[in-house]
């Protein structure tokens, strides 16, 4: 072999290690040299700028990020792929990889989890989400067995909404009222004539009249412009909302171990960001309706607040009695509601 030759072969040999050095390690990197990026499908039934689906996109991010984009994910909100109605029938047949939405929405398919959205007197939606979050795991709902959860957050508080001023009891009997249907109880206790609708269909109905308020966390003033007809709030917290996300099952067992602890990792982190971004965005939204549309804040008398405390104390014990009766946890999860409230509220902090 010529010095020439033996020179060209060495080359050649050198440029091919270094070459199949690079393969291995982005086959190390990626899971497989060459291979095409994971693509989640998630879908959410309310609009791309409301807070759950800034949740969302805060979730997309990360964990393209943090898979160094071995993931890719898809959103679907506003219902442009699953409803309110069947977002989690949908995950399970593959409409959708993962699907957010509110228990609340289908009354009796998660019982346990209509306890702490009741009147519980959360101080925000930071301490309510960590509270949903570790609620979830330790009592985790029978519907979800089939599922992976990804991650559990919740409102603020709910607050009454209303196209005329409600200061008492008697300004809200007999109003058409919208609530998330599972917690139409508060509303009819109260002597208001509860409508139970998704958060999609408010601003039609009250464009049309067919109610004159509704109860909801109060950053959907501005997200949603309900402001424009929702001109008065009553200063009265009431009840949460949870959401829950989750995957279907064979596609979470599908992925590889380390986008599965990307994954998981991010659980609790993404359930605590979207408290403090919900908690920051309605101060945002309560200041933009006051500026924008005059919306005013309506504070009860001590006599009138005294009288829905008596009305609505009652409510959760009654439905954990009723839980109890069918054989479920119900004491033993209202009981860990109580001590996780006030452990977070204690290292949170309230208002």
């Known amino acids: 072999m010529t010095l020439k030759r033996s020179l060209a072969v060495a080359v050649i040999l050198s440029l091919a290690a270094l070459l199949l ?4 390690k982005a086959a190390k990197e990626s899971g497989s040299a060459g291979s095409k990026p994971v693509v989640l499908r998630y879908a959410f039934f309310a609009p791309a700028n409301t807070f759950p689906a800034k949740q969302m996109e805060k979730w997309k991010e990360e964990v393209e990020k943090r898979t160094n984009g071995k993931v890719k994910v898809e959103l679907f909100p ?3 792929l699953l409803t309110a109605q069947n977002m989690y029938d949908g995950v399970k047949n593959r409409v959708a990889d993962i699907g957010l939405s509110c228990p609340t929405y289908e009354p009796g398919r998660f019982p346990l989890l209509g306890i702490s959205d009741l009147p519980a007197g959360f101080p925000n939606a930071k301490v309510a989400s960590r509270v949903i979050y570790e609620l979830v795991r330790e009592f985790p709902p029978e519907a979800f067995k089939d599922y992976k959860i990804i991650t559990a957050f919740a409102t603020e508080p709910a607050y009454l909404m209303t196209t005329r ?3 008492s009891l008697q300004d809200l009997k007999g ?4 609530i998330s249907g599972a917690l139409t109880p508060v509303l009819k206790e109260l002597g208001a004539s509860p409508v139970g609708m998704t958060m999609a269909e408010v601003p039609e109905a009250l464009q049309t009249g067919v109610i004159e308020g509704m109860v909801s966390s109060r950053e959907v003033l501005k997200d949603l412009k ?4 929702l001109k008065y709030v009553t200063d009265y917290p009431m009840t949460v909302t949870s959401f829950v996300a989750v995957m279907n099952k064979e596609v979470w067992n599908s992925l590889p171990p380390d986008v599965q602890k990307v994954i998981d990792d991010l659980s609790l982190e993404i359930a605590l960001w979207t408290g403090e971004y919900m908690d920051n965005h309605v101060k945002e939204a309560l200041e933009w309706s006051k500026k924008e549309h005059g919306l005013q ?3 009860l008398p001590p006599a009138e607040k005294e009288a829905w405390d008596r009305i609505l104390a009652p409510l959760q014990d009654r439905y954990v009695a009723e839980l109890k009766a069918k054989g479920l946890p ?4 209202k009981k860990r509601l109580e001590e996780l409230k006030e452990k977070y509220t204690k290292e949170m902090g309230g208002k």
């Not at 050095?21 to 291995?24: L, N, P, V």
């Not at 109003?175 to 919208?178: E, N």
């Not at 309900?226 to 007809?229: C, D, H, I, N, S």
């Open 21 to 24: 050095a690079g393969c291995g």
């Open 78 to 80: 506003g219902g442009t």
């Open 165 to 167: 001023p409600v200061a």
């Open 175 to 178: 109003k058409k009222i919208r």
């Open 226 to 229: 309900l402001a424009e007809k």
């Open 297 to 299: 804040i309506i504070s």
């Open 330 to 333: 119900a004491e033993e999860y």
